[in-house]
């Protein structure tokens, strides 16, 4: 099954920001599988086009304190996501960020973010009942308890994890993130939580791991938090990327089999995504795709059922990874 929501995403650009966020890659990517021939016709049976509502506030404070989701319902809202898309710098000039260029309001960014996690929401329960669902959105793996980070206001995964948990005959639920950067906020905001347990592999250094011990109020940096398991990959180790892959998915057998997986198959460790936060890791298409049949084949080795999240996709070529990935898993005849 892919999820695909239909409510417009408009490019950052659209809000005045410089951020290479263009909103196109899950229609592209729908578009892509739909001119493949053997795909196209089943058609029916793998893809769920609509348009998707916004989550609701009881379902973000599951996760986030009560007084932050109140700034972001409220008058604070746009400087919640100032704060989030690191629109000012620490000398208070704007950030890749020109207002008179802008042709909507900010906060409608946190009404497309509150839409994204919808999305994992419902993803998270289609994959219970037919063991796979690819959501072409969601992976908002930043956002912190009581603040935004890393253009994620809110952290879907764990809200999603936690509503499942909730309302599903399920004990467990584990979350592999494979995009560029560490998973950062879904360690923290999941620590000590041992039904929820975590994977990421990412960047070694960089953003969000270059940041300062301590918080400006002087509390602990939560993005330092380790994950259950977390396997970093230094500069120009591209080669042993789907080894230590390997060795950080069987880590994670130390734990019981879950209900659920939820994969963050971000796109920005591939060589042509163009954040350059994310240019320390450069794998190639085939490296991409072998990333994601990797993580297929180990959840589909243990049968647990997968929701698949975009997470990071920056530029004009993001979209070629997940088309890669569902061209190959949609081709092939299995009931998943
Ligand atoms: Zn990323």
Redesign the pocket.
């Known amino acids: 099954m892919v999820l695909n929501d239909l409510s417009p995403r408009y490019p950052f650009a659209e809000y005045g920001i410089d951020i290479p966020i263009l909103g196109s890659n899950g229609r592209k990517t729908v578009e892509a599988l739909l001119a493949t021939p053997g795909i196209l016709e089943r058609r029916e049976q793998w893809l769920l086009e609509k348009e998707l509502t916004e989550v609701s506030r009881e379902r973000i404070e599951r996760v986030h304190e009560s007084a932050y989701v109140a700034r972001l319902f409220g008058e604070a809202c746009e400087a919640e996501i100032t704060k989030t898309f690191e629109l000012i710098d620490e000398n208070g000039a704007y950030h890749r960020y020109d207002p008179a260029a802008a042709r909507r309001p900010l906060c409608d960014l946190f009404d497309r973010t509150r839409r994204s996690a919808q999305g994992t929401v419902e993803a998270a329960h289609l994959a219970l009942k037919t063991g796979f669902c690819f959501y072409l959105g969601g992976?908002m793996?930043?956002g912190q308890y009581d603040f935004g980070s890393?253009f994620c206001p809110i952290n879907d995964i764990v809200i999603a994890a936690r509503d499942v948990l909730a309302t599903a005959d399920i004990t467990s639920v584990w979350v592999i993130d494979v995009?560029?950067?560490k998973g950062d906020g879904t360690a923290a905001l999941t620590d000590g939580d041992a039904s929820i347990v975590t994977f990421s592999q990412?960047m070694a250094s960089g953003w969000p791991l270059d940041q300062p011990e301590t918080l400006p109020d002087g509390r602990p940096n939560p993005s330092h938090i380790p994950s259950d398991v977390d396997v970093p990959i230094g500069e120009g180790e591209e080669e042993e990327y789907l080894m230590k892959l390997r060795i950080g998915l069987d880590a994670l057998k130390a734990h019981p089999v879950p209900g659920l997986a939820i994969v963050l198959a971000?796109a920005?460790p591939y060589e042509r995504d163009e954040?350059p936060?994310?240019s320390q890791i450069k794998l190639s298409a085939a490296q991409m795709l072998q990333r994601d049949l990797l993580v297929d084949a180990f959840l589909r080795s243990l049968q647990i059922p997968a929701l698949y999240v975009m997470?990071?996709n920056y530029g004009p070529h993001s979209w070629e990874v997940y088309t890669r990935f569902l061209t190959h898993f949609l081709s092939r005849a299995t009931s998943r």
């Open positions: 992976g793996h930043h890393g995009d560029a950067h990412h971000g920005d954040l936060s994310a997470a990071g």
